[in-house]
């Protein structure tokens, strides 16, 4: 198995994994890092059980978990990224799209672990089967927690609750 | 805020497929660096891990050729010199213990637990260190028996780079649990948040 190939076709994945552990930019970047070595140790132990892209999300939550407790810090604001303004699309457009994200992160980074887990895999498209292949849970329990994500990411996103205008800048 | 109109639970919690659209909406990653940075941290890993075997069967040759039983000095700055490097030779395999292939691949929680156990291997290995540097104190108090022993006495200029070396010896010995604390502080903050998340994790 290609891990390079592997890579280039989940990396931008893995990074939105590492994003809804880490606020910190620069350690996000180590944390990524740290999830790519991760993932080129654990890829030749790969059975073929389940899908290989629901099998690196899981390498990636996995190491995730473990860095979320080495970490000592104080919550981070939030950086609105500079790169986000694609072809075509208008200055105030990016901005807006770039703090939806902003928010959309720092609502998933409150949620619990387990409900954090679910809800990254649900974002990224997977379904409640390959959720609970992921997660070595049975689907139903997928679909369960699946509800409860949304119920509390639906109130962590109210108005009251999330970071400001000001908070987002850098 | 995220305020789409017309959203399917008729509050204001945006639409799923726009979450997702927002998630998913990301700047690329430099993948060939995370390759490159893979590969150098897994062969660093194993460069340090051989050297330090290496360092500690050299060391402990070393010693042993020190080791004369008709010089009880001698014999005691050999024999702890071996100990303290077959201690050595043991923590540079024990504190990696599992952590050669990755084992991320598998439960969360056996993830966690092994990183708690990992965390108290090296609190373990540092207090293990500090106490063996403190009676490698005692090495140097035998490294002057035995040069006595052997030269009768330190009238002698050439004794100045032993007294800097020893000098030097007892320094580190007495500096190293101190500048270790901050660290200590560290791993056992560390594992503490580990604990919560296994406890999250087992109720879960």
């Not at chain 1, 105030?92 to 770039?98: A, K, P, Q």
């Not at chain 1, 902003?102 to 379904?127: D, K």
Request: net charge neutral.
């Amino acid at each position: 198995m290609n891990f390079k190939a592997v890579l280039q076709e989940n990396g931008t994945m893995l990074s939105r994994i590492v994003s809804s552990y880490e606020a910190d930019p620069a350690l996000q970047q180590e944390l990524l890092q740290d999830v790519s070595l991760a993932l080129w140790q654990a890829l030749p132990k790969f059975r073929g059980t389940g899908s290989l892209r629901g099998y690196v999300a899981k390498v990636a939550q996995n190491r995730c978990i473990t860095h979320v407790g080495k970490a000592v810090r104080q919550p981070k604001k939030a950086v609105l990224d500079d790169n986000l303004i694609a072809d075509g699309e208008g200055l105030e457009e990016s901005i807006h799209r770039s703090q939806q994200r902003v928010q959309l992160l720092a609502a998933v980074r409150e949620l619990p672990l387990s409900l954090r887990q679910v809800t990254t895999l649900a974002l990224e498209g997977f379904s409640h089967k390959e959720i609970g292949e992921a997660l070595a849970i049975s689907e139903n329990n997928a679909m369960v927690r699946f509800s409860r994500a949304k119920a509390a990411l639906k109130k962590s996103m109210r108005p009251e609750h999330l970071p400001t205008q000001g908070q987002s800048d850098d | 805020m995220i305020d789409e109109p017309g959203n399917a639970d008729g509050d204001n919690m945006p639409d799923w497929d726009n979450l997702q659209d927002v998630w998913q909406d990301t700047p690329p990653v430099d993948m060939a660096k995370l390759v490159r940075n893979a590969r150098f941290v897994w062969w660093r890993m194993r460069i340090n891990f051989v050297a330090e075997i290496v360092a500690s069967v050299v060391g402990a040759i070393v010693f042993g050729t020190l080791v004369d039983f008709s010089s009880l000095p001698a014999t005691l700055v050999g024999g702890f010199g071996m100990l303290y490097c077959g201690i050595a030779f043991w923590a540079a395999i024990h504190i990696r213990r599992g952590a050669w292939g990755s084992n991320a691949g598998e439960d969360a929680l056996l993830l966690v637990q092994l990183q708690i156990r990992r965390a108290r291997s090296m609190l373990l290995y540092i207090k293990l260190n500090s106490w063996l540097g403190y009676a490698a104190l005692l090495l140097v108090v035998l490294g002057y028996w035995l040069l006595f022993d052997r030269f009768g006495s330190f009238d002698n200029d050439g004794f100045n780079h032993v007294h800097w070396v020893f000098g030097v010896m007892v320094f580190l010995i007495l500096a190293f649990p101190l500048a270790l604390r901050p660290f200590v502080r560290k791993k056992k903050f560390e594992i503490s948040m580990l604990e919560k998340i296994e406890a999250q994790l087992l109720e879960a």
